[in-house]
Nanobody, 114 residues
Framework: QVQLVESGGGLVQPGGSLRVSCAASGRIFSLAAMGWYRQAPGKQRELVAR???????TYADSVKGRFIISRNNRERTVYLQMTSLKPEDTAVYYCNFDPPASYWGQGIQVTVSS
């Protein structure tokens, strides 16, 4: 009944920028904290950015100062603006609630490479 659909990924050169988007269904969206997660090959999925229902944001140290998370409660959408991208940012990016629901969307591939 609840859907999480990521979009906007792709290939970008080091130092470049990219914005990924997440459309989430459900009436509770506006009340829930949302997060962006990523999983690199051979690595565990990790939370990189979080935004509360009121708009308070937190970031993993690895992305702090480079990524910005935002949300539009009316559109039930959460965004991740990524700048100064590094090859180590290469991963599949997922959105979910924080704490996450037991289900996940397909994620979106972000590849940072020359």
């Amino acid at each position: 009944q609840v859907q999480l659909v990521e979009s906007g990924g792709g290939l970008v050169q080091p130092g470049g920028s990219l914005r990924v988007s997440c459309a989430a269904s459900g009436r509770i969206f506006s009340l829930a904290a949302m997060g962006w997660y990523r999983q690199a090959p051979g690595k565990q999925r990790e939370l990189v950015a979080r935004i509360t229902s009121g708009g308070t944001t937190t970031y993993a140290d690895s992305v702090k100062g480079r990524f910005i998370i935002s949300r539009n409660n009316r559109e039930r959408t959460v965004y991740l603006q990524m700048t100064s991208l590094k090859p180590e940012d290469t991963a599949v990016y997922y959105c979910n609630f924080d704490p996450p629901a037991s289900y996940w969307g397909q994620g979106i591939q972000v590849t940072v490479s020359s």
